[in-house]
């Protein structure tokens, strides 16, 4: 973290010229309202968020050193209710960030939900993610200061990969008297995975496969729990969640030999995340931790390896609501490689990042946020086609804005 805190005064000089984006989103100040759908059995809403982004150092968390305007999102989403226990509903989604995305419109979700009891039910169909305190919650941008959850576990990129799965889930609630509650999920299913999607750069920035990178992606299943502890401290919960790839198999052309195949293959992925969060008065407080292992299998036309895949992930984060229109947050996200390529020097296998953040919220409908990042280290940092990073340095700061509307 060598020289972290002696760069924190140089997120305001990023943005300058960004600044004036700020006023992106007063069109919508209409918006004092929302206007009835269909009948009042359904909910319809969506949202649509425009950003500028800019950084030095390196290209993170996508291509955006000259600055980018190329950072959005947009869904609309629409469920009902049939008779007392059925829930159907869905939402199409699309973003950009960089290169990644394309603004492609692609089905986010979409779920048939039948609850029994309180203590019982089932979801089958897009299920979304639950994993950590915010896997199932990535949309609810107007709800938290942040402009990026931190990285070390909600990295932007993966999104189109790890929000949601196709398969199915129990859930429920179990009362526990004294001691709270506790909900819990049991999920199975199956995660589309391709080329074009941003998990495929995790692997091309590998140094495996020649340009333009992965080829062919699949996985076998995904599954895993997720336990959540609704204390009887009024605002404490604790998460504990346990999920797994099998087999995530991506082959392409052998960069020293591009007229030949090769492949990575890792065995059982897995990711257990422990959480807790406290909201007390206009503080909310949260951190979480996640160990990740599993087995990676090199195939080159020379010959196979073995490798232990070993990460750590996690962070600490605070906010704080000022009045009814502000609020501010900060966190610290660490990413560390535990098990490095031999002679890799050591900035390659860690990423540290502090960030803050200010929300102002126009209206019920309309928010801006405004956010600076500071970077040690360049793991998780691409030279990827999509991405490129030709020489890589070791501390980047990033700044951006973002003004979302919601409806």
Same mark, same amino acid.
């Given at each position: 973290?060598?020289?972290?805190?002696?760069?924190?005064?140089?997120?305001?000089?990023?943005?300058?010229?960004?600044?004036?984006?700020?006023?992106?989103? +007063?069109?919508?100040?209409?918006?004092?309202?929302?206007?009835?759908?269909?009948?009042?059995?359904?909910?319809?809403?969506?949202?649509?968020?425009?950003?500028?982004?800019?950084?030095?150092?390196?290209?993170?968390?996508?291509?955006?050193?000259?600055?980018?305007?190329?950072?959005?999102?947009?869904?609309?989403?629409?469920?009902?209710? &049939?008779?007392?226990?059925?829930?159907?509903?869905?939402?199409?989604?699309?973003?950009?960030?960089?290169?990644? !995305?394309?603004?492609?419109?692609?089905?986010?979700?979409?779920?048939?939900?039948?609850?029994?009891?309180?203590?019982?039910?089932?979801?089958?169909?897009?299920?979304?993610?639950?994993?950590?305190?915010?896997?199932?919650?990535?949309?609810?941008? @107007?709800?938290?200061?942040?402009?990026?959850?931190?990285?070390?576990?909600?990295?932007?990129?993966?999104?189109?990969?790890?929000?949601?799965?196709?398969?199915?889930?129990?859930?429920?609630?179990?009362?526990?008297?004294?001691?709270?509650?506790?909900?819990?999920?049991?999920?199975?299913?199956?995660?589309?995975?391709?080329?074009?999607?941003?998990?495929?750069?995790?692997?091309?920035? @590998? !140094?495996?496969?020649?340009?333009?990178? &992965?080829?062919?992606?699949?996985?076998?299943?995904?599954?895993?729990? $997720?336990? $959540?502890?609704?204390?009887?401290?009024? !605002?404490?919960? @604790? &998460?504990?969640?346990?999920?797994?790839?099998?087999?995530?198999?991506?082959?392409?052309?052998?960069?020293?030999?591009?007229?030949?195949?090769?492949?990575?293959?890792?065995?059982?992925?897995?990711?257990?995340?422990?959480?807790?969060?406290?909201?007390?008065?206009?503080?909310?407080?949260?951190?979480?931790?996640?160990?990740?292992?599993?087995?990676?299998?090199?195939?080159?036309?020379?010959?196979?390896?073995?490798?232990?895949?070993?990460?750590?992930?996690?962070?600490?984060?605070?906010?704080?609501? +000022?009045?009814?229109?502000?609020?501010?947050?900060?966190?610290?996200? &660490?990413?560390?490689?535990?098990?490095?390529?031999?002679?890799?020097?050591?900035?390659?296998?860690?990423?540290?990042?502090?960030?803050?953040?200010?929300?102002?919220?126009?209206?019920?409908?309309?928010?801006?946020?405004?956010? !600076?990042?500071?970077?040690?280290?360049?793991?998780?940092?691409?030279?990827?086609?999509?991405?490129?990073?030709?020489?890589?340095?070791?501390?980047?700061?990033?700044?951006?804005?973002?003004?979302?509307?919601?409806?």
């Amino acid at each position: 973290m060598k020289g972290t805190m002696n760069n924190l005064s140089s997120f305001v000089g990023l943005g300058r010229g960004a600044l004036a984006f700020l006023s992106f989103g +007063l069109f919508a100040g209409f918006a004092s309202g929302a206007v009835p759908l269909g009948n009042s059995n359904v909910q319809i809403g969506g949202f649509l968020s425009q950003g500028y982004i800019q950084s030095d150092g390196n290209n993170y968390p996508f291509e955006d050193k000259d600055g980018s305007f190329d950072f959005r999102e947009m869904g609309i989403n629409a469920s009902t209710t &049939v008779g007392a226990h059925l829930r159907v509903g869905g939402q199409l989604f699309a973003q950009r960030l960089g290169n990644y !995305g394309g603004d492609k419109v692609k089905l986010d979700w979409a779920i048939a939900d039948y609850n029994f009891c309180q203590q019982f039910g089932i979801r089958v169909g897009r299920v979304k993610y639950p994993k950590g305190l915010y896997g199932e919650a990535l949309d609810l941008d @107007a709800i938290r200061p942040f402009i990026f959850l931190p990285m070390a576990l909600y990295n932007p990129i993966l999104r189109d990969f790890s929000s949601a799965f196709n398969g199915g889930m129990i859930y429920g609630n179990i009362p526990a008297n004294k001691a709270g509650s506790f909900d819990y999920k049991v999920f199975y299913g199956k995660v589309p995975v391709g080329p074009d999607q941003g998990v495929a750069d995790f692997l091309n920035n @590998a !140094g495996l496969f020649a340009p333009p990178g &992965v080829q062919v992606m699949r996985i076998d299943y995904t599954a895993g729990v $997720q336990v $959540q502890w609704n204390t009887p401290i009024n !605002g404490l919960k @604790a &998460v504990a969640s346990y999920s797994y790839l099998q087999n995530l198999f991506t082959s392409g052309k052998f960069i020293a030999f591009p007229v030949v195949d090769s492949s990575l293959k890792l065995d059982r992925f897995a990711s257990p995340t422990f959480s807790i969060e406290y909201i007390r008065d206009q503080w909310t407080f949260a951190g979480e931790y996640q160990p990740v292992s599993g087995t990676s299998f090199v195939t080159t036309p020379f010959g196979g390896t073995v490798s232990e895949v070993k990460m750590n992930n996690w962070y600490v984060s605070v906010a704080r609501r +000022l009045n009814d229109k502000f609020e501010v947050g900060a966190y610290y996200s &660490v990413q560390d490689n535990k098990n490095p390529p031999a002679g890799s020097p050591d900035s390659a296998n860690y990423n540290r990042d502090w960030a803050l953040s200010l929300k102002y919220e126009l209206n019920e409908h309309v928010v801006f946020k405004i956010e !600076g990042h500071t970077i040690d280290g360049v793991y998780g940092i691409f030279n990827t086609t999509r991405n490129p990073n030709p020489k890589l340095d070791n501390h980047t700061n990033f700044f951006a804005v973002k003004t979302t509307l919601s409806f």
